[in-house]
């Protein structure tokens, strides 16, 4: 069984930084390309950042030089780093583990909130 477990979300002011953590289990992390998307109230899902396997990464122009993604292999593990963050980042963050279209998992979300 597959999962993808995000963690990290929470209220801070803006300016602030959060860092989010996914966990995934139940499949070959290492073969996943991992994003991390977003969705506003009464907005669109959107792509945010990407890493792939290698250690590629791709960000949203919203987000360059303010987010950074990593992952580590040996922990399953995939990050978002968010610093100088904006009332505009408020949004469900989800994580999402692709290897090509049968091979297409999220997460449940967590919620970052950026607010004074």
């Known amino acids: 069984q597959v999962r993808l477990v995000e963690s990290g979300g929470g209220l801070v002011q803006p300016g602030g930084s959060l860092r989010l953590s996914c966990a995934a289990s139940?499949?070959?992390?290492?073969?996943?390309?991992e994003g991390w998307y977003r969705q506003a109230p009464g907005k669109q899902r959107e792509l945010v950042a990407t890493?792939?396997?290698?250690?590629?990464?791709t960000y949203a122009d919203s987000v360059k030089g303010r987010f950074t993604i990593s992952r580590d292999n040996a922990k399953n593990t995939a990050y978002l780093q968010m610093n100088s963050l904006e009332p505009e980042d408020t949004a469900v963050y989800y994580c999402?583990?692709?290897?090509?279209?049968?091979?297409?998992?999220w997460g449940k979300g967590t919620l970052v909130t950026v607010s004074s």
């Open positions: 999402n583990a692709n290897a090509g279209p049968n091979l297409d998992y």
């Open positions: 139940g499949i070959i992390f290492s073969l996943y390309v």
């Open positions: 890493i792939t396997g290698y250690g590629s990464t």
